[in-house]
T-cell receptor, first 111, second 114 residues
Framework: NAGVTQTPKFRILKIGQSMTLQCTQD?????MYWYRQDPGMGLKLIYY???????DKGEVPNGYNVSRSTTEDFPLRLELAAPSQTSVYFC??????????FGEGSRLTVL | GQQLNQSPQSMFIQEGEDVSMNCTSS?????WLWYKQDPGEGPVLLIA?????ELTSNGRLTAQFGITRKDSFLNISASIPSDVGIYFC??????????????FGKGTLLTVNP
């Protein structure tokens, strides 16, 4: 049972480049989330989804886009990368309430 | 929006000491969760609390859901080196009309000196 899988684990981007962080879960969870983690700042919610075809903004959505075409996949798209998007990104999922399962994280550096 | 105040921000203790950390909120939650994050990993759930006043243990860890539903604490007894990491509290509203998002504290960085 793989749980929540994120790729890539590490990536370096140049300012203005675009990329997609992939997230897949095999637990048949309806709810999926993207967080970013900056040192000393905890976890901030970027976007979330309550099911296939439904997405909504979290606290810090600017500069990001998401889609949810299937229950399993929830990719996060960065358009026109900026240094402020240097962070560690975590994808997570749960059924509805309670325990959130996290991926191992994707460390992104924008230079 | 909802905010969680987690304290302390960091702790440096000797192996064998007990540890206590807490979270307070300006609004109520009906679920409190405590996560631990090891370096280079994603957070992993330690304890979940679903009822006001609930006291739950998981090995050397004990957590309580405050009666007011606005606070929670986590205690670690007889700390060991592998307790090192960042501990996060999280609150969640469940029930009609809520969106089930978790609100996270900023974390407590625990360092254990062998």
């Amino acid at each position: 049972n793989a749980g929540v899988t994120q790729t890539p684990k590490f990536r370096i981007l140049k300012i203005g480049q675009s990329m997609t962080l992939q997230c897949t879960q095999d637990m048949n969870h309806n709810y999926m989330y993207w967080y970013r983690q900056d040192p000393g700042m905890g976890l901030k919610l970027i976007y979330y989804s309550v099911g296939a075809g439904i997405t909504d903004k979290g606290e810090v959505p600017n500069g990001y886009n998401v889609s949810r075409s299937t229950t399993e996949d929830f990719p996060l798209r960065l358009e026109l990368a900026a240094p402020s998007q240097t962070s560690v990104y975590f994808c997570a999922s749960n059924r509805r309430a309670g325990e959130l399962f996290f991926g191992e994280g994707s460390r992104l550096t924008v230079l | 929006g909802q905010q969680l105040n987690q304290s302390p921000q960091s702790m440096f203790i000797q192996e064998g000491e007990d540890v206590s950390m807490n979270c307070t909120s300006s609004s109520i939650f009906n679920t409190w969760l405590w996560y631990k994050q090891d370096p280079g990993e994603g957070p992993v759930l330690l304890i979940a609390l679903y009822k006001a006043g609930e006291l739950t243990s998981n090995g050397r860890l004990t957590a309580q859901f405050g009666i007011t539903r606005k606070d929670s604490f986590l205690n670690i007894s007889a700390s060991i080196p592998s307790d090192v990491g960042i501990y996060f509290c999280a609150g969640q509203l469940t029930g009609g009309g809520s969106n089930y998002k978790l609100t996270f504290g900023k974390g407590t960085l625990l360092t254990v000196n062998p």
